[in-house]
């Protein structure tokens, strides 16, 4: 790139100000020297390939603010112009136009250094973007006058208040009297019960244990990240509840953990209370490693992973046979397997093509148990009634295909062909990015098999809650059950509608109105952040290049974690 | 027995209409006049027409009336569509759509060309007109797109095509209209499976990758105007970008990037440059605004690449843009981008949903992509004297809940809406039917 000789006189025109600007030195390591009228004013200039950057001091010698100037300059010198990032953290733009090429000999000055003290800014939770500054609180709320989407044979109620009280729903009625709780007027919009995601791999360090074929001794509650923007996110799409499942890479995966999206609260005080033990199993591609390039692991075929499961299961029987006995060695894993033998573990098993489904169904029958929910299940409309009779419930994506070579007959129909069939169907996503507009992804069960309206939101909420066999406690809007609720701008289904505040357990963890003031503040704080790292670089500190550690997007068949 | 011989008698005629459309075959040209009567019609230029008059012959429109207001005789096949509404074919910029099938396998995958400055590379020869995920845009009333190569610095040249052909080359709209160059990023990100480190850093090596593009633009020039005696096709293709205007496409994200970008359309004097992605485009709009140049702004449902950005970033980047005067459209590129084109309009409505008006927000996928792919004569609106390419919904197309085409065309040519996928539905419906009985 080429270089410009920036040397020269310089009129220079920012927030209203016009500033003597003088350039002085070689063409690749320029001097400024910056004056408003008579007073000097600290500046700091580099040019790097084409870019110009340069940092005022505040007029007021005694406020450490700063104003950066940002700009590429080309050949032509004559004007420059760029953004200005004003101390306030506000941005214009800025002008700087040259009014003479020669220059008299740079001064040197000596500058005070000043000790000053740094603002500190009070720790949030999670101590980070959208942190809380105090821990949300259970209230007593009385929703006024909304639609609501009870889950219940009472349908969808017009103009019916709902009381939360201590945490849990208290009352559905109208004309219900306030007494202390705080009265918000829903006139006009829709309260609905938050939705729940069957399968989830947000707030996670980890999703793969993937050395070995089964990896039930693994946990998914020791890897929760309660720092994870995608739990707020997901409370900003009216998320409450996620089944935060391990990954698929084998066809005995972990134990998953049920969470509630308590943002701010640490990783145990995120696990659902009391919830039902749930394990991992996968089948098909990710199992039999298709698209790895090591092809070494047993199974490399769905007829291996029939062989697995069955060579598991009787293990874990043997083990529980030598347990009676006392003479055993203590075995997770297999003390795990005997819970699933047993019925005191559930499975949520990823599956997608008729076959393997078919299959599992077979192996569990043959070890009297039965399969909880099939997850992904992309073709189990080829086999739904195969699967109403083994008594498995279904969790879907609404619309995903043709990623792979399993998902080659994956239609948008498979949830309304599958809940026609009378199976208790769930839509999921597997995805931080879907997981927060899944009353979206509801809907398209609308447009693809004309499911009603009322039946396509129990997909992501009263249904996902059965098949996590928590649907006593969340899932619906009725009297005893936990407060967590989503008030909605208009039609939850609707893509115009927007989640205006969500609760879980009575208290507030997502308000759209608070979210506009956190905004705020994160803005003035990175701009606070910022001037303070560059009067320390400024100071003479060390610097370092910028860098940034990235979130990984997570997946099931992720399998290295960074 | 009433009942249950209604019920045979539909599902025969289901079974009969699955085994019709088993194979979704191109219709033959419009030779019959339509006259659709009664919907509102949402022009795609911000406009709407409550009770509509729309008339098509010959595959143009030759009649977008006020039904209430004329007393136009209607033609030919006459459709009540009372209730109903009727958008142009929705289009879809920048994808990928017929080079791969399917993306685990290899075998199905012609996006990608190995090398770095390919503008001769065409994805119109590799476009599959009988791709099933084409035709699985069609029922959601995406109607058009943009074929575009991948990877590289310079990835090749797109096309434009028609979703209802029977090859490439019936289905070209129009033909080797775009260059697509990947912009190089100030920042990399650590390559870990060689040992270094994860996360971005600053891409020592961005000044050098800006210098070889321009060098290869200047190579290029250099040849174009010489004698050309040795064969270079690189170059030679170049000369459309030089001489006849042809539209250059740079995929670009970074504010830094995107200003070198406009610098380099200005020191290489390009008359057209769209930005695509143009992620960070809000903080310098005033310059691409100067520029006037316009924006294939990202897919919204996407998720904001900072913790601390606002949640609804990706919803409403394109009306931040907008509302800056940026001629915006939308593009699908992403995660598992070819299946997921046919939730275009409800991109769309994601940015309505932000704050943009309903019709603004339907401009994004249809007149405004129209300009920005420079087929905006043809496509985009319903105006008499352009393509008739449209369909009739039974509701907003740009929300889920009620986008349920009923009818669709392509200049002027029913098209099924049937597919893969709904002949699989049919199949499996009748299934469990046929045991209730």
């Known amino acids: 790139m080429n270089t410009a000789n920036l040397e020269g006189k310089y009129t220079l025109a920012v927030d209203g100000k016009n500033y003597d600007l003088e350039i002085t030195g070689k063409p690749n390591t320029p001097k400024a020297e910056v004056k408003l009228g008579d007073q000097k004013i600290k500046s700091k200039l580099s040019y790097t390939d084409t870019w110009m950057q340069v940092l005022l001091s505040s007029p007021d010698s005694t406020k450490t603010e700063y104003t950066r100037l940002i700009a590429k300059v080309g050949e032509n010198t004559n004007k420059i112009s760029g953004r200005a990032i004003l101390s306030n953290g506000q941005e214009t733009t800025f002008s700087a136009t040259k009014a003479a090429e020669k220059l008299e000999e740079p001064k040197k000055k000596e500058e005070n250094k000043e000790e000053t003290l740094l603002p500190i800014v009070p720790l949030t939770y999670p101590n980070m973007a959208y942190g809380f500054k105090e821990l949300p609180k259970q209230e007593a709320i009385l929703f006024k006058n909304a639609t609501v989407w009870t889950n219940t044979e009472k349908g969808i109620l017009e103009k019916t208040d709902v009381l939360i009280r201590d945490g849990k729903i208290a009352e559905v009625g109208t004309n219900l009297s306030a007494g202390k709780a705080k009265v918000i007027d829903a006139s006009g919009k829709h309260l609905t019960t938050g939705i729940i995601d069957e399968h989830s791999h947000i707030g996670a360090s980890a999703i793969n244990e993937a050395g070995q074929n089964s990896s039930a001794e693994v946990t998914m509650e020791d890897v929760i990240d309660p720092t994870d923007i995608n739990i707020y996110r997901n409370l900003a799409g009216g998320v409450t509840s996620i089944q935060l499942l391990h990954g698929s890479a084998n066809p005995i995966g972990g134990r998953s953990a049920i969470m509630k999206l308590k943002w701010g609260s640490n990783a145990k005080e995120m696990i659902f209370p009391d919830s039902p033990k749930f394990i991992k199993f996968a089948l098909g591609e990710n199992v039999k490693q298709s698209n790895w390039d090591s092809k070494s692991r047993f199974p490399q075929t769905r007829m291996g992973v029939e062989q697995v499961f069955t060579d598991y299961f009787s293990q874990a029987r043997d083990y529980e046979a030598a347990k009676k006995t006392g003479n055993y060695r203590k075995d997770i894993e297999m003390e795990t397997i005997v819970e699933i033998l047993n019925g005191n573990r559930f499975v949520s098993s990823h599956s997608y093509i008729q076959s393997e489904i078919n299959m599992l169904m077979k192996v569990a029958e043959a070890f009297d148990f039965r399969i909880n929910t099939f997850t992904h299940i992309l073709e189990g409309y080829k086999v739904a009634d195969k699967m109403k009779e083994h008594g498995a419930g279904a969790s879907t994506f609404s619309d995903w295909w043709a990623y792979k070579y399993e998902v080659k007959d994956a239609i948008p129909y498979n949830a309304a062909i599958m809940h026609n069939a009378g199976l208790t169907v769930a839509i999921n996503s597997d995805d931080g990015e879907m997981s927060r507009r899944l009353n979206q992804e509801a809907a398209k069960s609308v447009k693809y098999g004309g499911i009603s309206e009322e039946e396509a939101w129990k997909f992501v909420t009263l249904n996902p809650a059965k098949l996590l066999h928590l649907d006593h406690r969340v899932g619906s809007i009725e009297t005893g059950k936990d407060g967590d609720v989503v008030l909605w701008s208009g039609n939850p289904l609707s893509i115009y509608s927007k989640a205006e505040k969500t609760l879980i357990e009575g208290a507030v963890y997502f308000d759209l109105e608070k979210d506009k003031v956190l905004r705020n503040e994160i803005a003035q704080q990175k701009n606070m952040l910022t001037g303070q790292m560059l009067s320390a670089k400024n100071g003479g500190a060390k610097t370092q290049p910028a860098t940034k550690k990235e979130d990984q997007k997570m997946h099931c068949d992720t399998l290295v974690t960074y | ?437």
Not at chain 2, 194 to 205: C, D, F, S, Y
């Open chain 2, 1 to 437: 027995m009433m009942k249950r011989l209604k019920i045979t008698l539909l599902l025969g005629i289901l079974i009969l209409t699955s085994s019709l459309y088993a194979q979704q075959s191109p219709t033959s040209a419009q030779t019959e006049a339509v006259t659709i009567v009664g919907a509102t019609a949402h022009i795609g230029n911000g406009e709407i027409i409550e009770n509509s008059l729309i008339i098509f012959e010959n595959g143009i429109l030759t009649q977008v009336l006020d039904a209430s207001t004329t007393k136009m005789q209607y033609r030919g096949t006459i459709i009540n569509a009372e209730g109903k509404h009727v958008y142009p074919g929705f289009i879809a910029p920048n994808t990928t759509l017929g080079l791969v099938e399917i993306a685990s396998l290899r075998p199905t995958d012609d996006e990608d060309e190995i090398g770095e400055m390919l503008p001769h590379i065409r994805s119109l020869v590799a476009y599959n007109a009988e791709s099933q995920i084409v035709e699985s845009m069609r029922p959601n009333g995406v109607l058009i797109g943009q074929i575009v190569p991948r990877g590289g610095t310079i990835s090749g040249t797109s096309s434009v095509v028609q979703f209802d052909a029977w090859n490439w080359e019936d289905a070209s709209i129009k033909k080797d209209a775009g260059l697509h160059i990947n912009w190089p990023n100030s920042f990399k990100r650590g390559r870990w499976w060689l040992g270094e480190e994860r996360g971005l850093k600053p891409n020592e090596k961005y000044a050098e990758e800006v210098l070889k593009l321009t060098q290869f633009f200047n190579n290029s020039r250099a040849y174009v105007a010489g004698d050309q005696k040795q064969e270079n096709l690189p170059f030679k293709s170049m000369d459309a970008i030089f001489n006849n205007g042809k539209k250059v496409f740079v995929h670009v994200d970074g504010e830094r990037e995107i200003v070198d970008a406009i610098q380099f359309k200005k020191d290489q004097n390009l008359k057209d440059m769209v930005i695509v992605g143009g992620y960070d485009a809000v903080k310098v709009a005033d310059l691409i605004k100067a520029e006037n140049i316009a924006i294939l702004s990202p897919r919204p449902h996407s998720t904001p690449n900072q913790d601390d950005e606002d949640y609804d970033y990706n919803y409403k980047l394109a009306k931040l843009l907008t509302d800056k005067g940026i001629l915006v459209g939308l593009e699908s590129s992403g995660q598992m981008e070819r299946a997921n084109t046919r939730n275009l309009p409800f991109y769309a409505g994601t940015v309505a949903a932000s704050g943009m008006d309903k019709e603004q927000a339907l401009k994004l996928i249809t007149l405004n992509n129209a300009k920005i792919l420079g087929i905006d004569d043809r496509l985009g609106t319903l105006e008499k004297g352009k393509d008739a390419t449209l369909f009739i919904s039974e509701g907003d197309a740009l929300d889920m809940r009620t986008n349920k085409l009923t009818k669709a065309f392509i200049q002027g040519r029913e098209l099924s809406l049937e597919s893969h996928q709904t002949e699989l539905y049919h199949r499996y419906s009748d299934k469990y039917e046929n045991q209730k009985e």
